[in-house]
């Protein structure tokens, strides 16, 4: 069973910033591709970024040129970057690993922006 441990959220003014981290229990290769959901209260849970085994990525239109996912192998960690935050970005922020079949989350991580 894939481990995900989360960290790195909290309560930040608007036009701030914060970075997430995901560190995974085994190498992160392991996974065809990693990502970033956010779920506000009354929403569904949306794809915020994606990154593939390749490095390839993928932002929802609403965090372009404000977010950045990127990884760190030899640490086995997924980032997520999150620069002029506003009220809307505030959500529980949730690590995605992808394996053939399956799919593992973390445990979720709560991002409040507020002034």
């Known amino acids: 069973q894939v481990q995900l441990a989360e960290s790195g959220g909290g309560l930040v003014q608007p036009g701030g910033s914060l970075r997430l981290s995901c560190t995974a229990a085994?190498?992160?290769?392991?996974?065809?591709?990693m990502g970033w959901y956010r779920q506000a209260p009354g929403n569904e849970r949306e794809l915020v970024a994606i990154?593939?085994?390749?490095?390839?990525?993928h932002y929802v239109d609403s965090v372009k040129g404000r977010f950045t996912i990127s990884r760190d192998i030899a640490k086995r960690t997924l980032y997520l970057q999150m620069n002029s935050l506003n009220s809307e970005d505030t959500a529980v922020y949730y690590c995605?690993?992808?394996?053939?079949?399956?799919?593992?989350w973390g445990q979720g991580t709560q991002v409040t922006v507020s002034s």
């Open positions: 085994e190498s992160i290769l392991n996974f065809y591709a």
């Open positions: 990154i593939t085994n390749g490095g390839s990525t």
């Open positions: 995605n690993a992808k394996k053939i079949g399956t799919a593992a």
